[in-house]
T-cell receptor, first 114, second 115 residues
Framework: DAKTTQPPSMDCAEGRAANLPCNHS???????VYWYRQIHSQGPQYIIH???NNETNEMASLIITEDRKSSTLILPHATLRDTAVYYCIVRVFDYGGSQGNLIFGKGTKLSVKP | GAGVSQTPSNKVTEKGKYVELRCDPISGHTALYWYRQSLGQGPEFLIY????????DSGLPNDRFFAVRPEGSVSTLKIQRTERGDSAVYLC?????????????FGQGTRLTVV
């Protein structure tokens, strides 16, 4: 089972920031938070990941609470093309090179409206 | 550049038939994953390869499902005696295995319909 809880759906106005929450209250110390999104009829696409510090890249920002039990993905200026299902995933990161699989939940369906 | 390629993009088969789904990962990626996705659900993990060996096959639903990756590159997911419940989109992903995290790149999937 997925270790994360996300709202099933959210709306956002085009040009505004989209803030997608995720609860992962049972996260372990060696688990990272990953975000992927899936645009209709496409495979999932990696967005960002983090451990405990806030992260930012060209797509989004990830804010992780100090206790690491929840996080928020921020799309600073949502466009219509950001309409997708967004998945929050926790996953063990193994320095030995063995990578665990990604366990997807149902995600949040974000609808960006004009 | 070339991404993860899955063939065929669509496959319709009759109940009871055998099917093979192919995945060409990104060149040099040693980790390869298979997922299946039913309508309205998130991708469901099936199996994960590290090189030629299956590192985790705990997601395969039963012994009708089998996957191989004989040379550590192309992988084939094989389904025997297909059932209507096997209808789904089958997704493949690959990632570069090295020290440090690397993202998984997904293909467009194969839509399997069992009639």
């Amino acid at each position: 089972d997925a270790k994360t809880t996300q709202p099933p759906s959210m709306d956002c106005a085009e040009g505004r920031a989209a803030n997608l929450p995720c609860n992962h209250s049972t996260i372990s110390g060696n688990e990272y938070v990953y975000w992927y999104r899936q645009i209709h009829s496409q495979g999932p696409q990696y967005i960002i990941h983090g451990l405990k510090n806030n992260e930012t890249n060209e797509m989004a920002s990830l804010i992780i609470t100090e206790d690491r039990k929840s996080s928020t993905l921020i799309l600073p200026h949502a466009t219509l093309r950001d309409t997708a299902v967004y998945y929050c995933i926790v996953r063990v990161f193994d320095y030995g090179g063995s990578q665990g699989n990604l366990i997807f939940g149902k995600g949040t369906k974000l609808s960006v409206k004009p | 550049g070339a991404g993860v390629s899955q063939t065929p993009s669509n496959k319709v088969t009759e109940k009871g038939k055998y099917v093979e789904l192919r995945c060409d990962p990104i060149s040099g990626h040693t980790a390869l994953y298979w997922y299946r996705q039913s309508l309205g659900q998130g991708p469901e993990f099936l199996i994960y390869f590290q090189g030629t060996g299956a590192a985790d096959d705990s997601g395969l639903p039963n012994d009708r499902f089998f996957a191989v990756r004989p040379e550590g590159s192309v992988s084939t997911l094989k389904i025997q005696r297909t059932e209507r419940g096997d209808s789904a989109v089958y997704l493949c992903a690959s990632s570069l295995n090295s020290q440090g995290y690397t993202e998984a790149f997904f293909g467009q999937g194969t839509r399997l319909t069992v009639v």
